[in-house]
């Protein structure tokens, strides 16, 4: 990411004296932040006029049709006979490096359309590209389809020789797509039209929420920084922003309740014709993971609400002096703490002392992102919500996306995008088609790389209102992990199992959000009016579906992980570097072996439960410790 100084922050649109103060808050943050990185995307390409990018896409759609009429109606062929193994790995040979080629332009125009998403250029940039991309990948749809057409005898024989057994895993995987796959044709049309479908919809979600305004204090600010304002210190600001969050969301319900149900029938269409029976067995297979270990996750976490967040949130009230909370006061600091600002310079420091007293590998990786500009830090207007790290393709190398305002959540934010970061970068070996890891493990690194922050942190405080506080926000954010994430599954299980009777009408959607969000938070936090609407704005539901539930198993199992690694010798982070370089190469179960871990074992997800209730009781018993 490139370096400047840092944007106004937060994104002010006031006018006259509103506008003034305004700019003056924003000047006094961004002089305390210091400057801020923006990504440098030139390894990518240099722009959007970059005739490099031209070039490439117009290559790319060559090579394309090329594939296709060199193996098109042939992959049977190739697999029979002596030289079968060497046939078919020229073949996935050749595929894999043109999902390379496809990987980096649709990469580039990601993230610049996610740099500003309300700006028209971008967004045409971003659309054309797409839609040439998606043209020129049907001409490569019809390798997975055969190939999985092909005898499993036959297959299995050929990929246990080299060259072709360095893609077993990619093609076992593949093989797994198998009793979901349709004809031809139907599997090009379902390709071609997920540019006015799926996408579309998407893309209208993310155009709706980059153009909405909040009025907080006289100030007219987009998304991030007007759901940052529910962590101020002052509860007043916090109840403002709430307000303003619900009547935004509220006037443009009808909207996001569209979307909503177009995408839900869309997703059931589409695991009619495929066969599925679950409407999340379609994100299971993709995770790699078992129904029935995804079931054993939520029966466990929903189990656990009273000792979980109930319990927390009640003693979060007693420090507020108060019998419950409002819903703006959930993530609200602690009373009679001082809240600080952390420069840039500090949470990267910060980041990468932690990373570096566990593995000088990893934090070696992690600094490069620094060094080299592979990071976007300031919040602007326009810019997508949120964080991610993009893995790119392993030919380049990962970016993160922050929005930094100096937050300690931020600071824990930035150690998870870029546990995401290391993990892609050691993962980038095994190429594009076995680089990817199912989000079963994608959490994983992420959530490591924030625990390892924290308890580096919380080592070095003394003080116990200070350590309360760390405690605090730790519990909040495993909370918002694990509990907050489990809820939003269960929410969308009933929004898409509804919606398969028929549309569904905002105020059944409203209702069935409260209700999810009433059981996990439990009697300690109030659902004042207002708060119906506020799963309008959560992308993963857009975007996604399902997805949601890979945090709470990535936060248990690095629960369960961290665990091994405090009772463990010094070849602990041999083994946990391997896992992070296998990338997709392997199953989790496998990965998992080395350490002793089995997510399989009903009682697996009871140790990471029960680091968060061992936290809440630390905090309790530090009650009258001041």
Same mark, same amino acid.
């Given at each position: 990411?490139?370096?400047?100084?840092?944007?106004?922050?937060?994104?002010?649109?006031?006018?006259?004296?509103?506008?003034?103060?305004?700019?003056?808050?924003?000047?006094?943050?961004?002089?305390?932040?210091?400057?801020?990185?923006?990504?440098?995307?030139?390894?990518?390409?240099?722009?959007?006029?970059?005739?490099?990018?031209?070039?490439?896409?117009?290559?790319?759609?060559?090579?394309?049709?090329?594939?296709?009429?060199?193996?098109?109606?042939?992959?049977?062929?190739?697999?029979?006979?002596?030289?079968?193994?060497? /046939?078919?790995?020229?073949?996935?040979?050749?595929?894999? /490096?043109?999902?390379?080629?496809?990987?980096?332009?649709?990469?580039?125009?990601?993230?610049?359309?996610?740099?500003?998403?309300?700006?028209?250029?971008?967004?045409?940039?971003?659309?054309?590209?797409?839609?040439?991309?998606?043209?020129?990948?049907?001409?490569?749809?019809?390798?997975?389809?055969?190939?999985?057409?092909?005898?499993?005898?036959?297959?299995?024989?050929?990929?246990?020789?080299?060259?072709?057994?360095? =893609?077993?895993?990619?093609?076992?995987?593949?093989?797994?797509?198998?009793?979901?796959?349709?004809?031809?044709?139907?599997?090009?049309?379902? &390709?071609?039209?997920?540019?006015?479908?799926?996408?579309?919809?998407?893309?209208?979600?993310?155009?709706?929420?980059?153009?909405?305004?909040?009025?907080?204090?006289?100030?007219? &600010?987009?998304?991030?920084?007007?759901? *940052?304002?529910?962590?101020?210190?002052?509860?007043?600001?916090?109840?403002?922003?709430?307000?303003?969050?619900?009547?935004?969301?509220?006037?443009?319900?009808?909207?996001?309740?569209?979307?909503?149900?177009?995408?839900?029938?869309?997703?059931?269409?589409?695991?009619?014709?495929?066969?599925?029976?679950?409407?999340?067995?379609?994100?299971?297979?993709?995770?790699?993971?078992?129904?029935?270990?995804?079931?054993?996750?939520?029966?466990?976490?929903?189990?656990?609400?009273?000792? &979980?967040?109930?319990?927390?949130?009640?003693?979060?009230?007693?420090?507020?002096?108060?019998?419950?909370?409002?819903?703006?006061?959930? *993530?609200?600091?602690?009373?009679?703490?001082?809240?600080?600002?952390?420069?840039?310079?500090?949470?990267?420091?910060?980041?990468?002392?932690?990373?570096?007293?566990?593995?000088?590998?990893?934090?070696?990786?992690?600094?490069?992102?620094?060094?080299?500009?592979?990071?976007?830090?300031?919040?602007?207007?326009?810019?997508?919500?949120?964080?991610?790290? @993009?893995?790119?393709?392993?030919?380049? #190398?990962?970016?993160?996306?922050?929005?930094?305002?100096?937050?300690?959540?931020?600071?824990?934010?930035?150690? @998870?995008?870029?546990?995401?970061?290391? #993990?892609? $970068?050691?993962?980038?070996? *095994?190429?594009?088609?076995?680089?990817?890891?199912?989000?079963?493990?994608?959490?994983?690194?992420?959530?490591?790389?924030?625990?390892?922050?924290?308890?580096?942190?919380?080592?070095?405080?003394?003080?116990?209102?200070?350590?309360?506080?760390?405690?605090?926000?730790?519990?909040?954010?495993?909370?918002?992990?694990?509990?907050?994430?489990?809820?939003?599954?269960?929410?969308?299980?009933?929004?898409?199992?509804?919606?398969?009777?028929?549309?569904?009408?905002?105020?059944?959607?409203?209702?069935?959000?409260?209700?999810?969000?009433?059981?996990?938070?439990?009697?300690?936090?109030?659902?004042?009016?207002?708060?119906?609407?506020?799963?309008?704005?959560?992308?993963?539901?857009?975007?996604?579906?399902?997805? $949601?539930?890979?945090?709470?198993?990535?936060?248990?199992?690095? *629960?369960?992980?961290?665990?091994?690694?405090?009772?463990?010798?010094?070849?602990?982070?041999?083994?946990?570097?391997?896992?992070?370089?296998?990338?997709?190469?392997?199953? =989790?179960?496998?990965?998992?072996?080395?350490?002793?871990?089995?997510?399989?074992?009903?009682?697996?997800?009871?140790?990471?439960?029960?680091?968060?209730?061992?936290?809440?009781?630390?905090?309790?018993?530090?009650?009258?410790?001041?």
């Amino acid at each position: 990411m490139r370096v400047s100084p840092a944007a106004p922050l937060p994104a002010v649109m006031a006018e006259g004296a509103d506008a003034a103060r305004a700019a003056a808050k924003a000047a006094d943050l961004g002089q305390i932040l210091g400057p801020l990185p923006e990504w440098d995307l030139t390894d990518l390409y240099g722009g959007l006029d970059d005739p490099n990018f031209s070039t490439d896409l117009t290559r790319a759609e060559e090579e394309c049709r090329q594939f296709s009429e060199s193996y098109a109606g042939k992959i049977t062929g190739l697999a029979t006979g002596p030289d079968a193994s060497a /046939r078919l790995a020229d073949a996935v040979a050749a595929y894999e /490096r043109i999902e390379d080629l496809l990987g980096k332009l649709m990469s580039y125009a990601g993230l610049v359309y996610s740099g500003d998403t309300t700006d028209e250029t971008r967004a045409k940039f971003y659309g054309d590209t797409r839609e040439r991309l998606t043209n020129a990948s049907g001409d490569l749809l019809f390798f997975g389809l055969e190939l999985n057409r092909v005898d499993d005898a036959t297959l299995d024989a050929a990929k246990a020789r080299e060259p072709l057994s360095r =893609y077993a895993p990619w093609i076992d995987d593949l093989r797994r797509e198998k009793p979901f796959q349709l004809e031809d044709r139907i599997e090009k049309l379902f &390709l071609e039209k997920s540019v006015t479908a799926n996408a579309a919809w998407d893309r209208l979600f993310d155009e709706t929420i980059a153009s909405l305004r909040f009025t907080v204090q006289g100030e007219r &600010l987009s998304l991030e920084p007007t759901l *940052n304002k529910l962590q101020d210190p002052d509860g007043t600001v916090r109840k403002e922003a709430a307000g303003a969050i619900s009547e935004v969301l509220r006037t443009n319900l009808r909207v996001f309740t569209l979307i909503t149900n177009t995408l839900a029938k869309d997703k059931e269409i589409s695991d009619r014709w495929r066969g599925f029976r679950d409407v999340a067995d379609a994100r299971h297979l993709s995770n790699r993971v078992e129904p029935e270990v995804v079931a054993a996750l939520v029966d466990a976490v929903q189990a656990a609400y009273p000792r &979980l967040s109930h319990r927390y949130y009640k003693l979060k009230a007693k420090w507020f002096g108060q019998e419950t909370l409002p819903y703006w006061d959930r *993530n609200a600091p602690l009373p009679k703490v001082d809240q600080r600002t952390i420069p840039w310079t500090e949470a990267r420091d910060t980041v990468l002392t932690a990373y570096e007293a566990f593995s000088p590998d990893m934090a070696s990786i992690a600094k490069r992102f620094f060094d080299r500009n592979w990071i976007d830090a300031p919040t602007r207007p326009g810019k997508a919500p949120g964080a991610f790290a @993009h893995p790119t393709v392993p030919s380049v #190398h990962p970016y993160v996306l922050v929005n930094y305002q100096g937050k300690p959540r931020d600071v824990m934010t930035l150690a @998870h995008e870029l546990g995401h970061g290391v #993990h892609q $970068v050691l993962a980038g070996p *095994n190429g594009a088609l076995m680089a990817p890891t199912p989000l079963t493990l994608a959490e994983t690194a992420s959530v490591f790389g924030e625990m390892l922050t924290f308890r580096k942190l919380l080592a070095a405080t003394q003080n116990t209102t200070q350590r309360r506080a760390m405690l605090a926000a730790k519990v909040e954010d495993m909370i918002n992990t694990v509990v907050r994430q489990i809820a939003f599954y269960l929410f969308e299980r009933k929004v898409h199992l509804a919606r398969a009777k028929g549309e569904l009408t905002t105020e059944q959607i409203n209702a069935l959000w409260l209700s999810v969000q009433a059981e996990s938070l439990g009697p300690a936090i109030t659902l004042d009016a207002g708060y119906e609407p506020f799963w309008a704005y959560i992308p993963h539901f857009i975007h996604s579906p399902f997805y $949601v539930y890979a945090y709470a198993f990535g936060d248990c199992l690095v *629960n369960s992980l961290y665990g091994v690694y405090q009772k463990s010798g010094d070849d602990f982070a041999e083994r946990y570097m391997a896992l992070l370089s296998a990338g997709g190469a392997k199953p =989790y179960g496998e990965l998992l072996a080395p350490f002793g871990l089995d997510a399989r074992d009903p009682g697996f997800w009871q140790v990471g439960l029960g680091m968060i209730e061992g936290m809440i009781a630390e905090l309790e018993a530090m009650e009258g410790q001041d």
